[in-house]
Every structure is written in structure tokens, then in C-alpha cells.
């Protein structure tokens, strides 16, 4: 039996206190530095390095197919593209679904969107759209970010809840610091870029200016793009451009073993299309403050954190879609703001044993409002509200044990509790009560006089085993419990007209969406193993496989309302979210290969990675959406002295199993050829690369249905991706 609300409010608390007695505990004791002797093998939360320029986090825990992509590993692509998503392309385990051009959603082994815990440095930052045009890595300039851990399926409680598809954790570059006193450092970097398919432009740039002590950073950056072409015979996309700035400046303090950093920042996007939504999203802006510290102790770490964020986001139809004008289109309006903090430590009880524990509260409320249209006798005269004072709360606590018994076993076991507080206000149409049909009248009367306000109490248990069983086989496996309470969109979106369900739904399917106050949590249960096959030194060859299973109580899909007739014949579903059951299940795998290494010809890679998910409801037996096709890529990469190119296959199977109740457009398989060159001399690095060489016309299997093609010219397709593309870009490191 689950404890009460009172009753998980009071284990928050007092583990809380008791995380605050602990850490002043050790503080005063301070054990003698044999406590801190723990294996090179697995290394707990690391400390700062304060003879390093940089002071940056170095993710240990153990996941089954977790993959850490450093910065070495990111500047092959940082410059390539404005959409941070897109440094995630490829990895084991992820896929991306792309609707507008610098907001993919990460899929990982099948789960998407909210499922996925993915934090900017410790800010776990939530759509604030009925469409999740504005998702976290949106808000993330690609050239800042350091570090990117993807843990697909099951991840450590100490790296997030109220998730069940795993946890994406980005970093920003960290502070830096000159290593001698009284000594200024100035550092930075400038690029930019050019595509010639959509003519995209951008320019981003960072400068540092520091001594020893004290560190202050700039970071900005602009891109832009014209609507891009698809594949031979496809024509141009609808829907496809955008425009986005973004700037944020770092003021970082040390002393010793201590650092203290505030980040403050702010992202405009004016436009972005979205070629699979009825809407575009007209203005989105954004401003938050972080500041976090982080201490290094005899006895372990301390890190702290506090947030805030608002973001003002509009939407309504660009003019591919004929919109945006007073009297044309359905505006949109949205206003979000999200407050919180993040207090965790890490003790070395021994040699063998770190403990981490941690408590963090998320404040967020949101209002969702759509103004009435200038003229029209359907979307007006009064505003329509959506969501009203909509809140969602989350309280969490966690503590988590890592335990190295030997130089070949490690396990790491945790407990987790989040308490989801969730309410909202009161809402009303477009025409008020008495201008309504009965079924809209009886649905407002239904929802305002309904006890909206839920409490959920969730639990999490993470259970992992790292074995090397010899020079060549590392072998990880584990088990997890995962929760995730559902959005203020899945709980409380509630028209009931075919117009205003589908302006709800991120998707990208053309359907309509109704919520429903009574859904319960998604209770995720994962198993997973990976298999690291690799040479002694692990410098020539490595082949990683990682089967999984998922069965997920109360998943949250979708019941069958109706229909009604669409756009050049075709069929729009009415939808409402609903609990069933489910499961996913596949394998993920990815594999290096130095072909060769000498100083003649320098050094070749062969790269490669598979990865297979199906996804089934267990209520409905039918397809889970957005479940990618079996999937891979591979390239060979040269390396010699400054130069370096790569000649890449990217294939994707034909997409069969599609999800009936929404109408899920098959697509072909395709495969795409792209090749790529840089060269870096002195303090310049130039960087060149033709993305689909042979201008194939294919369609993405999670790209939904190309609804501004459909509005602009009658055309039903899947979203068709892009078409051949020369890129090019200059970078300048000082």
C-alpha cells in the first residue's frame, strides 16, 4: 500500500532535514582522506579540479547503454545545425521526431516528449504550448552546450522523476579560470553557417574574460531559414522557416574548493513554422535565471541550485497557412513560469560505498487564452480559455547507493518519491454560455464544477549491476520503476468542438484532443541489459548491444470519440487521452572500428549503429504512434594531421505498424548518403558537408502528416524531409 499525500509530505520533509543534518554532520567530522580512496574503475560525483581552466561535471552512474558525448565529440556537428536535437542524431537507443526545424522532440528507445526527463543544467523545463512547439532544447543554442548524457529506459533516481522513456542531462560550457594568480584569461569563439536548401544563416559566438577568482562569460547566437526543398520532384515544404536569437551571460565566483555561478539568459523567436500542425508559433520569448554552487569536501560534494524561468508564447498560422493577420487565423496565447531548487550531496562512506541524496521542488503554473478573431462569429466575441491558472507542482526526494565490491562488480540501488500537485481554474468558449450549443455548455458546466485539483504520489526503484567479466566484456543490466503524472494538457484541455480539439495535440497527426481530469499516472516497469564487447586498451574496436523491455500500467494513449470530414478528403479523428496499458520492447546497438591507424594514412574509423523498437497497446492491440523502423547509420571517418572527412549511409526500413486510431501515414524505407569534410589551421577551422548527396525524395516515419502542404495546396502527404543540401561553416577559436 502506497502512503498517503500527509504522509509522503512528511518522508519529503524528513528526508529532507535529515539530508541537511547529514551534510553539517560530515562537515564537522571530516573523515580522514582514506575515505575517499575509491577505485578509478567507478568513480563517485567528481570533485572540482581547481588547477583546470575548466571546471566542468563528469557523469559516472551506471545505466545499460547510457552514452556521455563530450565536447571533442560534439564540434564534429555543433556547427552544422541550430537544432540542438540534432547533436543527439545517430546515438544508441535515440530517434528524433522532427516537426518544427529547432524543436526536434528526443525519442528514446520509443518515448518522446514529457516521458523523457531532459534538464539544462538542472532545469527540467516543460512545453508551454498545446502543440510543445517550445520544448527545452529549443531554448538551447547548440554551441554551448559541453556535455550531453542519454540514458534510455532506465536512468538513476538521482538524475530525475516523473519520467518513464529515461533522462537526457545537457550542460552548458562551465565556467572557466585562469591557473595562475593575479593572471587575465580571454577566450573565445566565433562561427557561422550557411545551407544552401532553405538558404539557413546563422551566427553564434562566446567570449570569456577571467583571473583566477572570478570568471563572466557571454554566449549569443542567431539563425534563420527559408522554407526548405524536399527531395527530387518534391517541391518546396511548407511551414519549414524560422528565426531565432538567443544570449546569456555567466558570472561564476571560486574560492579553493568552491564555486559559485549565476546564469542569466534570454531566447526570442519571432517565427517558426510547423509543417505538420495547423499552427505556427508566432512569437516566442523567454527569460530565465540559474544559479547553482557546488563545494568539494573531505567527506564529498554539496551542490545547490535555484531557477526561474517565463516564457510568453504566441501562435498562430504564417502565411503559407494563410494567417496571421487580424482577421485571418485562430491567435494563440500562452504565459508560463517555472520556479524551483536543487539541493544535493554526494558522502564517501568508505572506500566501497558513495551515497547520494538529494531533495528538488519544480514550481510551474501556466494560462493558455485565445483571444477572439476580429470579425468572426465563431471564435469570438469573448476570449476562450484553455487552461486557467493552471498548476503543476513537484516535490522529490531521492537517495541512491553505489557500491563497488570489487574490481569487477558495482551496483547502484535507489528510491525515489515525487508528489505531483496539479489544479486549475475555471474555464469558458469563445461565446459564453448562452451563445453555446448544449454539448459545449454541458462540457463547461461539467469541467468547472468537477474537483480538479489531484495530488499523485509516485514512487521510483532503480536497480543496476555493472560486471566485467573479462579484458574484452563489460556487461551492465538492471531493472526500474518509473512514474510520470500526466501534463496539464493530458489532464485538463477540454473542448469539445472538432476546432478547438485539434488546436490541442503535439503530434503532428491533424487530429483533435480532449483531456480528461481522472487519468491516472504512467507506472513504468523496465528491464534492460548491454553488452560491451570491446579490445584490452579499448582504443581499436567496441561493439555495444542492449536488449530492453517496458510494460507501462496506465500508459496514456488515446480513446475513439468520431470523426468529421478534413481537407481534400481526408479524416479527422477525435481523440481523448485515456489510461491503457502497453508495452515496448527492442534492441539498440552501436560499434567502432579503426580500420587502420598509421602515419601514412593517419587513422580510420568505421562507425555504425542499429536500433529496433515495437510498441504495442495492450487495451486496444493495436500499434503504438510514433514508434520508429528498424534504423542505422554507417560511416567511415579519416583523420589525418589538420584534415578530416567522412562519407556516412544513413537507412531507414519501411514504415508498416501505424497506429489506426490516429490514422498514421505509412512511409517507404529510404536510404541517404551525406559526406563531409573539415580542416583546421591555426586558430580556424572550416567545415563543409552535402547532406543527402543524391537528393533523395523520402518521407519522415515520424513526421505525421504534412498538414501545411494541406492547407496551402490541397496535397495530402507525409512530411517529406529534406532534399540535398551544401553546407558550410567557419569557426574561429582565440
Not at 529547432?102 to 526527463?117: E, F, K, Q, T, Y
Not at 547507493?401 to 558495482?410: A, D, G, R
Not at 525515489?416 to 454541458?442: C, K
Request: aromatic share 10%.
Amino acid at each position: 500500500m502506497f502512503p498517503s499525500t500527509r504522509a509522503s509530505y512528511k518522508l519529503s520533509l524528513m528526508l529532507s532535514v535529515f539530508f541537511i543534518h547529514t551534510s553539517s554532520t560530515f562537515a564537522a567530522e571530516t573523515p580522514s582522506s582514506s575515505a575517499q580512496s575509491v577505485s578509478t574503475n567507478t568513480p563517485p560525483i567528481p570533485t572540482i579540479n581547481i588547477n583546470a581552466d575548466d571546471v566542468s561535471d563528469n557523469p559516472t552512474e551506471i545505466t545499460p547503454g547510457s552514452t556521455v558525448l563530450k565536447a571533442d565529440q560534439l564540434k564534429n556537428i555543433v556547427n552544422n545545425s541550430p537544432d540542438t536535437g540534432a547533436l543527439l542524431e545517430n546515438q544508441m537507443g535515440v530517434s528524433l521526431y522532427k516537426s518544427g526545424r529547432i524543436a526536434s522532440l528526443p525519442v528514446l528507445n520509443g518515448m518522446a516528449d514529457d516521458r523523457v526527463a531532459t534538464t539544462i543544467d538542472g532545469m527540467r523545463i516543460t512545453g508551454d504550448c498545446p502543440n510543445h512547439m517550445n520544448p527545452a532544447l529549443s531554448y538551447l543554442n547548440p554551441h554551448d552546450v559541453s556535455i550531453i548524457n542519454i540514458m534510455a529506459g532506465i536512468s538513476p533516481v538521482s538524475l530525475g522523476g516523473d519520467s518513464t522513456g529515461g533522462t537526457i542531462d545537457i550542460q552548458r560550457k562551465s565556467p572557466v579560470f585562469s591557473k595562475k594568480k593575479d593572471k587575465i584569461v580571454v577566450k573565445g569563439q566565433v562561427s557561422g553557417f550557411f545551407h544552401s536548401n532553405g538558404k539557413g544563416l546563422g551566427a553564434s559566438g562566446d567570449v570569456t574574460v577571467a583571473n583566477d577568482h572570478l570568471s563572466i562569460r557571454y554566449n549569443g547566437g542567431w539563425s534563420q531559414s527559408r522554407n526548405y526543398h524536399a527531395g527530387a520532384g518534391g517541391g518546396q515544404v511548407k511551414s519549414t522557416q524560422y528565426k531565432m536569437f538567443n544570449h546569456d551571460v555567466t558570472l561564476a565566483y571560486k574560492k579553493d574548493n568552491h564555486v559559485l555561478s549565476l546564469n542569466i539568459g534570454q531566447t526570442d523567436t519571432p517565427y517558426e513554422g510547423f509543417p505538420n500542425a495547423y499552427m505556427d508559433m508566432t512569437k516566442n520569448q523567454s527569460v530565465f535565471i540559474n544559479g547553482r554552487y557546488k563545494g568539494d569536501f573531505d567527506w564529498g560534494t554539496v551542490e545547490a541550485r535555484g531557477y526561474w524561468q517565463r516564457v510568453t508564447h504566441a501562435m498562430n498560422m504564417l502565411g503559407d497557412k494563410g494567417g496571421h493577420s487580424p482577421t485571418t487565423g485562430m491567435p494563440m496565447n500562452n504565459l508560463g513560469r517555472l520556479a524551483g531548487y536543487d539541493i544535493k550531496g554526494s558522502i564517501y562512506l568508505d572506500d566501497k560505498n558513495t551515497l547520494r541524496i538529494g531533495n528538488e521542488f519544480a514550481y510551474y503554473t501556466l494560462n493558455d487564452w485565445w483571444p477572439a478573431l476580429e470579425g468572426s462569429m465563431m471564435m469570438g466575441p469573448n476570449t476562450y480559455h484553455n487552461i486557467n491558472n493552471g498548476h503543476r507542482n513537484r516535490l522529490g526526494t531521492y537517495a541512491e547507493l553505489e557500491t563497488q565490491w570489487n574490481h569487477k562488480v558495482t551496483t547502484l540501488l535507489g528510491v525515489r518519491n515525487d508528489v505531483i500537485m496539479t489544479n486549475t481554474g475555471q474555464v469558458s468558449g469563445y461565446q459564453g454560455l448562452a451563445g453555446m450549443n448544449a454539448t459545449e455548455r454541458a462540457a463547461i458546466n461539467r469541467f468547472n464544477q468537477a474537483d480538479r485539483g489531484k495530488t499523485d504520489v509516485n514512487f521510483d526503484v532503480t536497480a543496476l549491476v555493472r560486471y566485467k567479466v573479462d579484458p574484452h566484456l563489460t556487461w551492465e543490466t538492471g531493472y526500474a520503476r518509473k512514474t510520470r503524472s500526466p501534463n496539464l494538457y493530458e489532464r485538463y484541455s477540454w473542448g469539445t468542438s472538432g476546432m478547438a480539439m485539434r488546436m490541442v495535440g503535439w503530434f503532428g497527426d491533424g487530429n483533435g484532443y480532449r483531456g480528461d481530469i481522472n487519468l491516472k499516472p504512467e507506472i513504468a516497469n523496465t528491464i534492460s541489459t548491454s553488452f560491451n564487447f570491446h579490445d584490452v586498451k579499448q582504443e581499436v574496436w567496441e561493439l555495444k548491444i542492449q536488449p530492453y523491455y517496458t510494460y507501462i500500467h496506465h500508459y496514456i494513449n488515446v480513446n475513439y470519440l468520431g470523426s468529421a470530414s478534413g481537407r481534400a478528403g481526408t479524416t479527422i479523428s477525435n481523440l481523448q487521452f485515456a489510461n491503457h496499458n502497453a508495452q515496448l520492447y527492442g534492441v539498440n546497438s552501436v560499434g567502432t572500428y579503426n580500420v587502420w591507424n598509421n602515419k601514412k594514412f593517419g587513422k580510420g574509423v568505421l562507425r555504425g549503429n542499429l536500433n529496433w523498437v515495437r510498441g504495442t497497446d495492450l487495451t486496444n492491440h493495436t500499434n503504438l504512434y510514433h514508434m520508429m523502423p528498424v534504423n542505422g547509420t554507417l560511416s567511415l571517418n579519416q583523420y589525418i594531421g589538420a584534415w578530416s572527412g567522412r562519407i556516412e549511409g544513413e537507412f531507414v526500413n519501411a514504415k508498416g505498424l501505424t497506429d489506426p486510431l490516429r490514422r498514421e501515414p505509412k512511409t517507404p524505407g529510404y536510404i541517404l548518403l551525406n559526406i563531409g569534410t573539415s580542416y583546421t589551421w591555426n586558430m580556424f577551422r572550416l567545415d563543409g558537408s552535402i547532406e543527402n548527396v543524391m537528393n533523395k525524395k523520402y518521407y519522415m516515419p515520424m513526421g505525421g502528416l504534412s498538414i501545411g502542404d494541406l492547407i496551402a495546396n490541397n496535397q495530402v502527404r507525409a512530411l517529406p524531409g529534406i532534399g540535398r543540401s551544401f553546407n558550410v561553416s567557419l569557426t574561429a577559436s582565440f
